[in-house]
């Protein structure tokens, strides 16, 4: 997948969470309050072959 630069807004790197079953990953202030999520909103995450991962709020 190629990723046109001048496209992104914003880039930064959080951590995963793993305690038993149970995993947590924090979504940054700055993604928050750009896609204005909420308590209970959906994400969907994407898993591509090549091992790239998009995360999208699912707006319903």
């Known amino acids: 997948m190629k990723i046109n630069m001048d496209d992104v807004d914003y880039i930064t790197e959080t951590s995963v969470t793993i305690r038993g079953s149970r995993r947590r990953t924090t979504v940054p202030k700055y993604i928050v309050d750009k896609l204005d999520i909420k308590d209970g909103d959906k994400m969907r995450w994407l898993l ?3 091992g ?3 995360i999208v709020k699912i707006y319903r």
Request: glycine share 0%.
């Open 48 to 50: 591509f072959k090549d």
């Open 52 to 54: 790239t991962v998009m």
